[in-house]
Nanobody
């Protein structure tokens, strides 16, 4: 599975961004999908996950502000980010795996993309 993120950029505090992740090589339907992020000098942090059945999970730090969704027909994963804060600045990666627990805390994934930068100022 190849994953390609897009939609990152620079935004002012309180603003919104929508990240997208297109997959090729396999169908999204059977995968657990997620987003994680990493800022310079900080540990990787799980952000959100969505199961093959559509159940969603969020890190406490983004709950109520971020929404994960997917379009199986388009093989695309999304992360709608609202009320962005300075601490949301990071490289954001989408990820996929068939196996394992599917929740926002997951940090180990079989597949992930090259990342898209989100900068909040």
């Amino acid at each position: 599975v190849q994953l390609v993120e897009s939609g990152g950029g620079s935004v002012q505090s309180g603003g919104s961004l929508r990240l997208s992740c297109e997959a090729s090589g396999d169908t999204y339907k059977r995968y657990c999908l997620g987003w994680f992020r990493q800022a310079p000098g900080k540990k990787r942090e799980g952000v959100a996950a969505i199961s093959s059945g559509g159940s969603t999970s969020y890190a406490d730090s983004v709950k109520g502000r971020f929404t994960i969704s997917k379009d199986n027909a388009a093989n695309t994963l999304y992360l709608q980010m609202n009320s962005l804060q300075l601490e949301d600045t990071a490289m954001y990666y989408c990820a996929a795996d068939v196996y394992g627990v599917c929740n926002a805390n997951r940090l180990a994934w079989r597949y992930w993309g090259q990342g898209t930068q989100v900068t909040v100022s």
